[in-house]
T-cell receptor, first 108, second 111 residues
Framework: SQQGEEDPQALSIQEGENATMNCSYK?????LQWYRQNSGRGLVHLIL?????REKHSGRLRVTLDTSKKSSSLLITASRAADTASYFC????????FGTGTSLTVIP | NAGVTQTPKFQVLKTGQSMTLQCAQD?????MYWYRQDPGMGLRLIYY???????DKGEVPNGYNVSRLNKREFSLRLESAAPSQTSVYFC??????????FGSGTRLTVV
């Protein structure tokens, strides 16, 4: 499978703490994207990082990409209860492949 | 509101029945996709349409057919439903190089 693999599968933190999720993939990519999925809802696009970029920021989100290690990380700073969701990485090569997701719980 | 609309939201089928899942987008996107989501499996691509008039198989196409009716609409058909097709189905659309916009999903149970 060319799917990305997120790590950890589940993460539980206190409100205000930072949350870090990792994604590893197998093939060369054009870009990597992170999505959020609230329970019972569709996926929402968060951020896209291209293969020639190493770091990107969007609000409280920070994404890094290491193409030599075929890995990416998503950092959510100063987490809020509303950040509770599943987070997926998606890698764009010839097609899009989604990972299995990290379930994040932020405890108020 | 602009976005991707899927119907129905919920459906229960008996084994062997057929049904069509409908998807429409109003963002003038060229590409549309059908995914299924199963616990622990992430999202798996069933079929996609890179542009109006074209469709291609994804990772798990068996048991499904699709129709790109026009630029806005992309339907997924189950000709003879099986319990293994119990899943949540998502339609998505995109323009090249940008992120996907997803519908809210169809929860399908085949008994």
């Amino acid at each position: 499978s060319q799917q990305g693999e997120e790590d950890p599968q589940a993460l539980s933190i206190q409100e205000g703490e930072n949350a870090t999720m990792n994604c590893s993939y197998k093939t060369s990519i054009n870009n990597l994207q992170w999505y959020r999925q609230n329970s019972g809802r569709g996926l929402v696009h968060l951020i896209l990082i291209r293969s020639n970029e190493r770091e990107k920021h969007s609000g409280r989100l920070r994404v890094t990409l290491d193409t030599s290690k075929k890995s990416s990380s998503l950092l959510i700073t100063a987490s809020r209860a509303a950040d509770t969701a599943s987070y997926f990485c998606a890698t764009k090569g010839n097609q899009f492949y989604f990972g299995t997701g990290t379930s994040l719980t932020v405890i108020p | 509101n602009a976005g991707v609309t899927q119907t129905p939201k919920f459906q229960v089928l008996k084994t062997g029945q057929s049904m069509t899942l409908q998807c429409a987008q109003d963002m003038n996107h060229n590409s549309m996709y059908w995914y299924r989501q199963d616990p622990g499996m992430g999202l798996r691509l069933i079929y996609y349409s890179a542009s109006e008039g074209t469709t291609d198989k994804g990772e798990v196409p068996n048991g499904y057919n699709v129709s790109r009716l026009n630029k806005r609409e992309f339907s997924l058909r189950l000709e003879s439903a099986a319990p293994s097709q119990t899943s949540v189905y998502f339609c998505a659309s995109s323009e090249n190089r940008y992120g996907y916009t997803f519908g809210s999903g169809t929860r399908l149970t085949v008994v």
